[in-house]
């Protein structure tokens, strides 16, 4: 069976208020040739097809014509796609019926029946276009860890996610009679994943041993993490595709989508398909210069060359106040758009640093990175891992409660 691996769309994410529909229609085009060329069983999309939980209709738009020209491409081809951690699962499954004319099969929630889970919805078997079994795909959305289904009264609160996935599995080995490749989508954070750029800020402090997904999957078909990467001691059974456009600046790796081919019960063979982005984001200069320089770089930088630029600059006390202005200044008739300035400060004595932390700093921090300084600060040690684990947690459930006006 062979497949084609994505996630982390991120369709309609913005970048310092500058619209990105022209990238993200031009990935959707790329997509669709890479497609048009592999001609795989199926394309897995593993969550987080929008950026907002509340997509534009324009960004809806781009969606399902891009969705639309995917299928056109290669109409055997079977499409499964899971909600994210940043969709709104209720509003990815309202089209789910009409789209199952086309191929694509959505899985949004966890269906309950009463008491009972339907396990079976999770459970595709994908056909080529003769009609012949090719294998199964097992669709779990993005779940948080406290919110999966109880299915045996005696099971725990913290062993219901793996119970979950085993009894997916277990459901599909009895279905999988003539022993075909089984793929297992989810949307999660793997203990031991290269967490290289990606904001933790949105739902992404639980961290699932790569054990907890159970056993009896050929290849495990992962989305959330942004940096493309076979996790460690998987036999290259389970992989992040990561994104196939950048979503921050700090995302500095090679961007694609995955092929991946699985033959019976070996090894898969995974290679990757590049995704080109018409507007790179630059950080300029590479190692960080006083202000002055940093600027006369970003003067000096072709008119006629698209780009998302942020300037990367070296402090000792703070920043001028009128330096995003001359920044922007300096673009004012280029094709390149400035974005923000990110200051590295100068190393000093740790009492002196503190007292020096400008606003805009402070706002590119995430709560738990200035919970971490706070702690350095007081405590004169690291914050330790169960800590920030806490943490995490506090900073999710406040964000999940419900908002009183």
């Known amino acids: 069976m062979k497949i084609l691996h994505t996630s982390d769309w991120h369709l309609g994410h913005t970048l310092y208020n500058y619209d990105r529909s022209q990238e993200q229609e031009d990935f959707l085009r790329q997509l669709a040739e890479i497609v048009r060329h592999e001609k795989p069983d199926v394309m897995t999309?593993?969550?987080?097809?929008?950026?907002?939980?509340?997509?534009?209709?324009?960004?809806?738009?781009?969606?399902?014509?891009?969705?639309?020209?995917?299928?056109?491409?290669?109409?055997?081809?079977?499409?499964?796609?899971?909600?994210?951690?940043?969709?709104?699962?209720?509003?990815?499954?309202?089209?789910?019926?009409?789209?199952?004319?086309?191929?694509?099969?959505?899985?949004?929630?966890?269906?309950?029946?009463?008491?009972?889970?339907?396990?079976?919805?999770?459970?595709?078997?994908?056909?080529?276009?003769?009609?012949?079994?090719?294998?199964?795909v097992i669709a779990v959305p993005h779940i948080y860890p406290q919110n999966f289904p109880v299915l045996?009264?005696?099971?725990?609160?913290?062993?219901?996610?793996?119970?979950?996935?085993?009894?997916?599995?277990?459901?599909?080995?009895?279905?999988?009679?003539?022993?075909?490749?089984?793929?297992?989508?989810?949307?999660?954070?793997?203990?031991?994943?290269?967490?290289?750029?990606?904001?933790?800020?949105?739902?992404?402090?639980?961290?699932?041993?790569?054990?907890?997904?159970?056993?009896?999957?050929?290849?495990?078909?992962?989305?959330?993490?942004?940096?493309?990467?076979?996790?460690?001691?998987?036999?290259?059974?389970?992989?992040?595709?990561?994104?196939?456009?950048?979503?921050?600046?700090?995302?500095?790796?090679?961007?694609s989508v995955s092929i991946v081919e699985l033959n019976g019960h070996e090894e898969p063979l995974t290679r990757t398909a590049t995704i080109e982005n018409p507007i790179p984001l630059i950080t300029l200069p590479h190692t960080p210069v006083p202000f002055e320089e940093a600027l006369k770089q970003l003067e000096e930088y072709p008119g006629d060359k698209q780009a998302y630029i942020r300037l990367n600059v070296l402090i000792e006390n703070y920043l001028a106040s009128d330096c995003n202005e001359r920044a922007a200044n300096a673009v004012k008739d280029k094709a390149c758009k400035y974005c923000y300035i990110k200051s590295n400060r100068e190393k000093q004595a740790a009492d002196d640093s503190a007292k020096h932390l400008s606003i805009q700093e402070i706002q590119e921090m995430s709560p738990l990175d200035i919970a971490r300084l706070y702690y350095r600060e007081t405590e004169g040690e690291e914050m330790d891992e169960e800590l920030c684990g806490m943490m995490g947690d506090v900073l999710r459930q406040i964000k999940e409660k419900p908002q009183s006006f």
């Open 45 to 136: 999309v593993s969550g987080d097809i929008y950026h907002y939980s509340t997509p534009s209709a324009a960004t809806q738009k781009m969606y399902t014509e891009g969705l639309l020209n995917i299928h056109k491409a290669c109409p055997e081809m079977a499409i499964v796609v899971t909600a994210g951690n940043h969709d709104s699962s209720s509003k990815l499954e309202i089209d789910s019926s009409l789209w199952q004319h086309f191929g694509v099969t959505v899985i949004g929630n966890i269906e309950r029946d009463c008491e009972n889970v339907n396990l079976a919805r999770h459970i595709i078997a994908i056909e080529n276009g003769k009609g012949e079994k090719k294998g199964y």
């Open 152 to 255: 045996d009264a005696g099971t725990p609160r913290e062993e219901r996610q793996p119970r979950f996935f085993q009894a997916l599995l277990d459901e599909t080995e009895k279905q999988n009679t003539e022993r075909l490749p089984v793929v297992l989508m989810a949307h999660l954070s793997i203990t031991g994943s290269d967490r290289s750029g990606h904001d933790e800020s949105i739902g992404g402090i639980d961290y699932v041993p790569l054990e907890d997904l159970g056993k009896g999957y050929d290849y495990l078909a992962l989305g959330h993490i942004h940096c493309p990467q076979d996790i460690k001691g998987s036999s290259r059974r389970a992989r992040y595709c990561g994104t196939p456009l950048p979503v921050s600046f700090d995302e500095t790796y090679p961007h």
